[in-house]
């Protein structure tokens, strides 16, 4: 391969200790998309497969060095934020994209825990609302997030639509969390629903599905390929992820995002 035309993805987001989720998540589904990690840590969480026990973010300048360190020195493609903990840290990344607007940032708003652990306050959210959804290409909520972030929407399409209002161009709504047979993911942008995605319901929970597919598209969109075609393949590696996971700890699945180093890739087929 040559590496000068590598595509480059940048990472924001909190470790897990169990490998499931976080910068661990991001850095095996940014390799899977054939692109070269840059992971900047924002917080130091405790963890199993069960649930968040306690979240320690780091010293939002810190963050912020740990960013402009490697801008100053690698031509990143694209930005993928994950976990950021605190107000403060927001404004950190905030002040970044501010001074790179030109990076498409593909965003997931992790605002709670698989074991239900709340990961952001009010202040924090408003945060992400006022100074990152400007700067965000895609956003990438589950139903419940995206209710969350616009606590005034009567459904999940009012959400969306508000979301592009704060300045995202794209959201892309999961149902993951939602009752229905089949998972239903919708694309929503120039103010309308564009596409909707219907995926097998698999039979388990697993942990990190969110960072898998948010930084699955992150890769894909820095190999310049169009935002539908994007957003279909990283919906595509994530259910493979998960249908091929496997459960280490005494909770959730963890995603097999390397399921492609061991599988035959004439074996996979989408099964939708």
């Not at 402009?68 to 994950?82: C, N, Q, S, Y």
Request: hydrophobic letters at 40%; a negative charge; one cysteine or more.
């Amino acid at each position: 391969m040559d590496t000068d035309k590598l595509p480059i993805v940048m990472t924001i987001a909190g470790n897990d200790p169990s490998g499931g989720a976080g910068i661990t998540a991001d850095i095996e589904a940014i390799i899977s998309q054939g692109c070269h990690a840059l992971p900047i840590v924002t917080c130091a969480t405790v963890q199993d497969t069960c649930n968040v026990l306690s979240i320690n973010p780091l010293d939002p300048e810190l963050v912020m060095q740990q960013a402009r360190a490697v801008l100053e020195d690698l031509p990143v493609d694209t930005i993928k934020i994950g976990l950021l903990g605190t107000e403060e840290t927001v404004e950190a990344v905030h002040e970044i994209l501010a001074d790179y607007p030109d990076i498409p940032v593909v965003l997931d708003p992790v605002l709670q825990a698989g074991g239900g652990h709340p990961l952001a306050s009010e202040a924090v959210i408003e945060a992400i609302i006022d100074l990152l959804l400007p700067y965000t290409q895609v956003l990438t909520p589950n139903s419940q997030e995206a209710l969350s972030l616009i606590p005034g929407a009567d459904n999940v399409n009012a959400a969306a639509l508000a979301l592009q209002e704060f300045g995202c161009e794209y959201v892309l709504v999961t149902g993951t969390h939602e009752n229905s047979a089949e998972v239903i993911n919708r694309l929503f942008g120039k103010q309308q629903e564009l596409e909707q995605y219907r995926w097998q319901r698999l039979p388990d929970n697993y942990h990190g599905s969110g960072c898998t597919l948010s930084a699955a598209l992150a890769g894909l969109l820095a190999q310049n390929l169009e935002l539908s075609d994007a957003v279909y393949q990283a919906q595509d590696f994530t259910w493979h992820s998960l249908q091929k996971g496997y459960r280490l700890g005494m909770g959730q699945y963890h995603p097999n995002r390397l399921f492609w180093a061991t599988d035959d890739p004439e074996a996979i087929s989408a099964e939708q």
